[in-house]
């Protein structure tokens, strides 16, 4: 099989201080989304899926709960020699974490000498979006470049807030990587619009191991793949770019096609959250020919209990997950997650709800993100008040209220 010349490399050491505060207790990429799923389930599924089955997991910061997930939901068959493993900072080197993301392959150039694969994939661990990697790859082999680089098409007015690569004529091979240019310029067949790089690429792999061993003497070098080692390459005339417009998915609609989310931020967290949730969703979770794979408890259906009056346990236009029970309460535009309780007449709008969140009798919720094991008291005004709730809580620029893991919360 083709893919098992290929090794795949995920990077999850990332800190994730923009999603503070729930990644006070963990990895970014160990972050639940969308109910039943963490955020590194969606690059572990795009590989798996595309048959590259022989995964690595670089983590680094509070990874206890990012390794615990993979360790329970991402067990490949050992004895056809498939594997995701999750690998901490060894120091191999050295008594020193990683200085950046090319440092942290470097540091773990062993893991590449073990396999000796022909390519090396390495993804980023954080971003909502569903792709056939093989399509990359195959493109990536034919042109025969050192490196292929996913960009997805973004507006020009956007330019300033994305790594931006710039090509020939031609559209295929990188002559310029830019972070956040003020005066980048539009594609050759789209002026309007410029390729910004998802965080995602292909190797050969020598290619690779040199430029890391090059980059790891530059006394100057931020040690960063997008800021030193892509512009390096670039430089030797061997980087090309992957256009993700042209990735097909099997089961994807025009609607959903092409969809990809930073959700690096909590209002981009948050907003990707809302995505799922319309009568025709921007991302379909519901695409069982390109699944998002992830472990589940042995949990019992969600439950609408009571009907008398205005007592009624109702969702609507909401996902809600195994174990739920609604008691009476009514949840609208929202997503519940395992184990979460909404009490008689209380409400829930426009909210994320972790797992096992309890909303008391009467309380009412509007647009926050409740992080696991919180209780919202009987009565309780969340996110009426957003003055007084900035004395509690976090509190994005748009609105959106946050309380973190295990927060104490007061009427």
Do not use: C
Not at 88 to 117: H, T, V
Not at 158 to 187: C, M, N, S, W, Y
């Amino acid at each position: 099989m083709r893919s098992r010349r290929v090794l795949a490399v995920v990077l999850a050491g990332g800190e994730g201080k923009r999603l503070m505060p729930l990644t006070a207790d963990r990895a970014k990429p160990a972050v639940p989304f969308g109910g039943m799923y963490r955020l590194i389930d969606f690059v572990l599924s795009n590989l798996a899926n595309g048959g590259y089955l022989k995964i690595v997991v670089l983590t680094q910061y509070k990874n206890h709960s990012l390794d615990r997930h993979i360790s329970r939901t991402w067990r490949l068959s050992a004895m056809l020699g498939n594997y995701v493993t999750p690998v901490p900072a060894q120091q191999r080197l050295g008594p020193r974490w990683f200085s950046g993301s090319a440092d942290a392959l470097f540091q773990n150039l062993n893991l590449i000498y073990d396999e000796m694969p022909e390519h090396v994939i390495v993804f980023g661990a954080d971003h909502i979006y569903r792709m056939d990697p093989r399509q990359m790859v195959e493109q990536h082999e034919q042109s025969g470049a050192d490196v292929t680089v996913a960009a997805i098409r973004q507006p020009l007015s956007l330019a300033d807030q994305f790594g931006v690569i710039e090509t020939d004529p031609q559209g295929r091979r990188i002559v310029a990587f830019r972070e956040k240019p003020k005066d980048a310029v539009g594609l050759a067949d789209s002026p309007d619009e410029v390729y910004a790089s998802m965080g995602n690429y292909v190797f050969k792999t020598q290619a690779m191991i040199d430029a890391l061993r090059e980059d790891a003497l530059d006394p100057t070098s931020r040690h960063d793949l997008g800021g030193n080692i892509i512009p390096m390459m670039v430089k030797s005339g061997g980087a090309d770019v992957y256009d993700f417009a042209h990735n097909i998915v099997p089961g994807s609609t025009e609607r959903d096609r092409g969809y990809w989310r930073d959700v690096g931020t909590l209002d981009a967290y948050y907003e990707a959250h809302m995505d799922l949730i319309s009568a025709h969703p921007i991302f379909n979770l519901y695409n069982d020919k390109w699944p998002i794979h992830t472990g589940h408890d042995p949990l019992p259906p969600a439950k609408f209990v009571h009907n008398e009056g205005d007592r009624v346990g109702r969702a609507l236009d909401s996902l809600v997950s195994p174990g739920v029970i609604v008691s009476g309460g009514t949840a609208v535009r929202s997503i519940l997650s395992p184990k979460v309780v909404l009490h008689s007449h209380s409400l829930v709008e426009d909210s994320v709800l972790m797992e096992n969140v309890k909303i008391g009798r009467g309380a009412i919720v509007r647009k926050a993100i409740i992080d696991k094991n919180v209780v919202i008291p009987d009565g309780a005004r969340i996110g009426f008040d957003l003055e007084h709730d900035r004395t509690r809580f976090a509190l994005t620029r748009s609105g959106v209220v946050v309380i973190g893991k295990n927060e104490i919360v007061d009427r």
